[in-house]
Structure formats: structure tokens, C-alpha cells
Nanobody, 115 residues
């Protein structure tokens, strides 16, 4: 069983910053990538950022230059540093683990950016 736990969400004013964390535990197979997704009310879930096993990163155009994904020193952790936040970044953010046995998801953490 694999468990993902996200933390770090909250309420912040536009222009502010938040750092999301995701920690995976359990019987984890080989990891291909770790990703952050988000889902705003009434919208489809979208990929925000991803980092491969070799460290290659990719970002949605809407967050490039503002968000940074990184792996933690602790095994199976990933962070999302979010700077210059905008009201349109408001969403539930989900961590996802892409492994050789399939994908796993966390429960999500709410990020609300006020104008």
C-alpha cells in the first residue's frame, strides 16, 4: 500500500508564496516521476509541474517562472515552491507518484489566493 500526504496549503494574498510538501510512504515501487496537479472548482484537473527520476522538470505555461518543483533530501518527498501567487492559482493541489506499478494520488491540499 502506498500513501501520499500533502501539506502546506492555505490562504495567502496575491503576490505571496506557499510551499507545498508531499511525502510518500509504504511499499513504493520504482518511481518514474513525481507530479503536482491542481483542480479548481468547475474545472478539470490539470498538470502543474513534474520531476522525473533523473531530475528533469516540466511546468504548465501558466506557472513557469513562478513555481519550482524539487525533490526533498528525504526519500520519496517532493516540494512545490509557489511564488507570485495569483487568484487564478486557487485550487486543490494534488501530489501524484508515477511508478512502475501505476499512479498513486494524495488527498489534496487547498490553496486559496485572495485578491
Amino acid at each position: 500500500q502506498v500513501q501520499l500526504v500533502e501539506s502546506g496549503g492555505g490562504l495567502v494574498q496575491a503576490g505571496g508564496s506557499l510551499r507545498l510538501s508531499c511525502a510518500a510512504s509504504g511499499s513504493i515501487p520504482s518511481i518514474n516521476a513525481m507530479r503536482w496537479y491542481r483542480q479548481a472548482p468547475g474545472k478539470q484537473r490539470e498538470l502543474v509541474a513534474g520531476i522525473g527520476s533523473g531530475g528533469t522538470t516540466n511546468y504548465a505555461d501558466s506557472v513557469k517562472g513562478r513555481f519550482t518543483i524539487s525533490k526533498g533530501n528525504a526519500k520519496n518527498t517532493v516540494y512545490l515552491q509557489m511564488n507570485s501567487l495569483k487568484p487564478e492559482d486557487t485550487a486543490v493541489y494534488y501530489c501524484s507518484l508515477i511508478t512502475t506499478r501505476g499512479s498513486y494520488w494524495g488527498q489534496g491540499t487547498q490553496v486559496t489566493v485572495s485578491s
